[in-house]
């Protein structure tokens, strides 16, 4: 699966830092590039430019990273705790939930870390402009699409247009946690999946 987007300023300045926090986290575990590019098969040129710099890291990578790395997505996309004060993160509520911004763009693509506690259990669909993409980081998500009723967990993926009436919120046994990606109407966000294999 890829996410290809349009990033602005503040999304760019968050990927500018995944790329030394990915060579931290490999250099401190003591793994080679070849023996990372076998785990992952993600090739060696690649993870050698994600490191650099000179490649723009996708879901799609920073997933399969993730899982090699057996750390949470978000510690791989997460905001510096230096730089640009801006984009430092600022927890804040909204409707009792914890919303963690990883971008300062009110008019473009918006990122966040989102925890949900067990309280939010009380469906309250509204529809609106705009894409969202969810990745579950922790804990079960209950998700909420028109007539549809899901609940996902670990390492599952939604992507649905809000126009169609959506909420989301706990099981009402765990807290969550979430990475969500929200898309404006007119900017690029592209889910692609691979073909089903044949059997």
Do not use: C
Request: proline share 9%.
């Amino acid at each position: 699966m890829r996410f290809v987007d349009h990033t602005s300023g503040a999304i760019a300045a968050v990927l500018e830092q995944v790329g030394p926090r990915l060579q931290r986290i490999r250099a401190q575990r003591g793994i080679t590039l070849a023996g990372l590019a076998t785990t992952t098969g993600i090739s060696k040129s690649t993870l050698s430019r994600l490191e650099t710099g000179h490649r723009r890291p996708t879901l799609e990578l920073l997933l399969a990273l993730s899982q090699a790395y057996r750390v949470p997505l978000d510690d791989l996309v997460d905001a510096p705790e230096v730089g640009d004060p801006r984009i430092r993160l600022k927890p804040g509520k909204v409707k009792g939930r914890t919303v963690i911004p990883l971008t300062r763009q009110p008019d473009g693509m918006q990122v966040w870390k989102i925890v949900i506690p067990t309280s939010k259990t009380t469906p309250e669909p509204r529809a609106h402009d705009g894409h969202e993409w969810i990745y579950v980081l922790s804990g079960h998500l209950r998700l909420v699409l028109g007539e549809q009723d899901w609940v996902l967990g670990p390492g599952e993926i939604a992507e649905f247009d809000t126009h169609l009436p959506h909420w989301f919120g706990s099981t009402g046994h765990e807290p969550s946690e979430i990475l969500s990606i929200f898309a404006r109407p007119g900017e690029r966000m592209n889910l692609r999946t691979p073909p089903t294999p044949q059997h």
